[in-house]
Structure formats: structure tokens, C-alpha cells
């Protein structure tokens, strides 16, 4: 069987081709072309918020605190975290009284001025409603 000349550089413009198509691929992978993650605004967490018995505030500042009045716990005696909002996740760090870090991540479903809503991995979802002070 004869070998055609043009093998060869047919060969070499296919994986040039292919190289060429994997570096493509590879730059928009690091790209966010399309992400579908809400982006929710950080400035409406802002203020007290309760579900039935429990109890979140959140300062400007990214610290707060967490009280359940059905644990007979009051907001004085409550539960520091500091907190952060990216996107749609919410990540609270609770600072225990015995010293150490508790993170607890949240995916936020809504947030507006009156309502929020979040959900953690578990399955457990949370409606607060916005206290005036």
C-alpha cells in the first residue's frame, strides 16, 4: 500500500486543530458565561429578623447574632457570627462560648426588604420575616 505525502501535514493541521480546540475550551471554563446563581443584595440583610421562635440579626457590618426564645434564651444572651453574602450563598461563622468556630453555609432562595429565605445542604429551609425595631 502506498503512503500518501499529504498524511503528514493532514496530521499535523488535525491536531493543531485539536490543541488549538482544547486551549478554547480550557480559557472558557474558567469563565462565569453561564452562571445561574442569583446575586441577591447584601444592604436588604441589614436589620432583625424572625421564624416563629428564632431570632437572626444581621449588622451592616457582617457581624450578628442568633437567639431561639423557645431555648429560653434572650437577645442579650445570644449567639455571636459574623457573616458573608456571595451571591447566592450564605455563610454564617457562630463563635462559641467555649472558644472554636461553627461555619454554616445557607443558599439563599429569596431576599427582599420584608422576607428572606434560605435552605441549607440538609434539607432544612427557613422563612424569616423582617422585625421592624
Known sequence: ???SPYIIPKTRNNLIFGLFF???VLLMAGCDLFSHSEKFDKTLLSGKWV???LYEYYNPA???YTWDILDDVTEEEAQPFTWTLENATLTQIH???MG???PKTYTVTKL???TLEYHDDYGK???FMREEE
Open 51 to 53: 421564624s416563629g421562635t
Open 62 to 64: 457582617g457581624t450578628g
Open 22 to 24: 482544547c486551549c478554547l
Open 125 to 127: 429551609y427557613y422563612t
Open 112 to 114: 427582599t426588604a420584608t
Open 1 to 3: 500500500m502506498k503512503e
Open 100 to 102: 472554636g468556630n461553627v
Open 95 to 97: 463563635q462559641m462560648e
